[in-house]
């Protein structure tokens, strides 16, 4: 649940320029968005799909480290940031 002192992400579309990227960690695919904190070649981003009857909308954060990735994975699971 969102924070009333949430940061808000800057999301976009899909990278394409990571050879091979894992999910390290998700939310659960019950709920309409699903989370992932994925990693690749050093580097990390964060994936939110959001579930819809047509088709699913992806959008990812920029590339960042894997550090600051995981603190902000942490502050999506939390409600500080969306």
Request: hydrophobic share 40%.
């Amino acid at each position: 649940m969102r924070q009333r002192d949430h940061v808000r992400l800057v999301w976009q579309g899909p990278y394409r320029s990571l050879a091979r990227v894992r999910p390290m960690a998700w939310t659960c695919s019950c709920r309409a968005t699903v989370y992932e904190l994925c990693v690749g070649g050093g580097r990390a981003f964060l994936r939110r799909t959001v579930q819809l009857d047509r088709a699913p909308q992806i959008q990812e954060t920029a590339l960042m480290s894997i550090n600051e990735a995981q603190a902000t994975w942490t502050a999506v699971l939390s409600g500080h940031a969306c």
